[in-house]
């Protein structure tokens, strides 16, 4: 590329990079607010991260198109071509992981009900580790780390495990009192949407790795979210 | 563009289309199969569809891939180019329906238990709705049918309703039968990947009016699924 195109091109990712900054900032905020109406059973908070949620929809659309209108005139390739397409691929997870914390918001409010504080505990638990998930996975992107990346997609195992613990603990309960069924629900969807939170996390992490290396990552994922298989027998017996 | 390049970039473009069209066979086939697992407890077929996955997973990078190298050397602009972006969007819904597919296989496992036949009937019923909205939908833009596509993206509301109906009816069985708690928590989360199918189908809708009319869909999506704000005070007064 000529001086001229090289300076344009710089420009058009600088701007790239500035608008997934907003994206990640936002996905965050929202995350991080979703937690505290859960945990603070603030409704207001829920509907304020509900409400704004179309601002994280909007900034993906334009980051996708103006992506794709420099790939066209900027014809870059190689390392620079790969910049933009894992830009679009995390605006991507963030728009989802935005999408999740407006869900988890909705149902805070019908989990702010007569439930036991125990079980709500556990759950904004694991809202706070996708939360660090999110904000390491971010700091992996903006310093360009991939160490740091590949240490975010190894402790999703850990979200995992948590989210079967969880999962375990809520049915148990359950099962001890059925009134405690609808509310319950929502915690299990909630602790779902955290699960998803931490997946996204992973594929943000694993777009970094390829974004340095050219590689795709090889290890198998540290999947262990073994619930969807789990069929309660020992749970039935109690 | 000279007679060579937009040769060159009709082929390039007809074997985009040509993926997504192999893709969307491939959803298509794993969703029929993953609700006849279900359907008929079946467990090998469950495993087919759980092992096929990866084929989706591994077009949707391909076409991925040769979208952008296909914008970066043929720089097309307006309609052509925003056939590119709906084929890039259009594969990331697909991919979607494949994990949901495969998710719902994975439950099929955990649902062949005693069950009653009737809870998994209604379970069934939504996920030959989504089926034929995904049918619909990828017919409408193999054919460009921007009124087909509408059709699809008003019809989402009635799988909506359809999984709200499902969860009440869940909910209250689970609390009329706790020892049912596990497997049909299992019937919940496939209700709600069938409901998520169903958003997909309409993110593409959405996408094939954008390519046919350069605009973005104005009406408000028919959002009917109302189960995250319920508080099932009714359901706990019985």
């Known amino acids: 590329m000529s001086d001229h ?25 929202h995350l991080a607010k979703a937690i505290e109406a859960l945990a603070r059973r603030d409704t207001k908070l829920a509907d304020y991260v509900i409400a704004q949620d179309e601002k994280i929809d909007a900034l993906e659309l334009q980051l996708e198109e103006r992506a794709i209108l420099t790939i066209a005139k900027r014809q870059p390739m190689a390392r620079d071509l790969r910049e933009i397409m894992v830009a679009i691929r995390i605006a991507s997870d963030l728009e989802r992981i935005g999408d999740l914390a407006k869900n988890i918001a909705k149902r805070s409010h019908a989990i702010s009900e007569a439930l036991p504080r125990k079980l709500a505990t556990g759950l904004t638990r694991m809202g706070r580790l996708s939360l660090e998930q999110l904000k390491d996975v971010l700091d992996a992107y903006t310093t360009t780390d991939d160490a740091k990346a590949l240490e975010v997609w190894r402790n999703d195992g850990e979200l995992d495990a948590l989210y079967n613990s969880i999962f375990r603990e809520l049915l148990t309960y359950m099962m001890e009192d059925p009134r405690m069924i609808g509310p319950c629900t929502h915690l299990l969807f909630g602790a779902k949407n955290f699960e998803r939170i931490g997946d996204h996390a992973t594929n943000i992490a694993e777009n970094i790795h390829y974004l340095v ?17 789990t069929t309660f027998d020992s749970l039935n017996e109690r």
């Open 5 to 29: 195109i090289v300076k344009a091109y710089d420009e058009d990712l600088a701007n790239l990079k500035t608008m997934l900054a907003q994206m990640g900032g936002l996905a965050e905020d």
């Open 213 to 229: 290396s050219g590689q795709t990552m090889r290890e198998e994922r540290p999947k262990k979210d073994t619930t969807s298989t």
